[in-house]
């Protein structure tokens, strides 16, 4: 059974930061790119960041680039996103998906920017 298990969200001020983890289980994780997305109350679910099976590419939705970064443990099968200089409108619902032949998503970690 394929797990993905978000943690690291959380309350923080403008300017601050945190650092998302994804643990997977039940996959064979370095056959899989990983992503995070976001959904903001009201808004559509967007990609945030991807980072390839072998985490040698990567890229950021331009809202984030700069400020965002994605990194991948395959010993750990876990994929980290990275949060500094956080604005109020990066408050939304943060998830990670792996995705190879098929997609998988967790259940989300909330991150809420303000002051």
């Known amino acids: 059974q394929v797990q993905l298990v978000e943690s690291g969200g959380g309350l923080v001020q403008p300017g601050g930061s945190l650092r998302l983890s994804c643990a997977a289980s039940?996959?064979?994780?370095?056959?899989?790119?990983m992503s995070w997305y976001r959904q903001a109350p009201g808004k559509e679910r967007e990609l945030v960041a991807t980072?390839?099976?072998?985490?040698?590419?990567?890229n950021y939705a331009g809202s984030v680039k700069g400020r965002f970064t994605i990194s991948r443990d395959n010993a750990k099968s876990t994929v980290y996103l990275q949060l500094n200089s956080l604005k109020p409108e990066d408050t939304a619902m943060y998830y990670c998906?792996?995705?190879?032949?098929?997609?998988?998503w967790g259940q989300g970690t909330q991150v809420t920017v303000s002051s």
């Open positions: 980072i390839t099976s072998s985490g040698r590419s990567t």
């Open positions: 998906k792996a995705q190879w032949l098929v997609s998988h």
């Open positions: 039940g996959l064979t994780f370095s056959s899989y790119a």
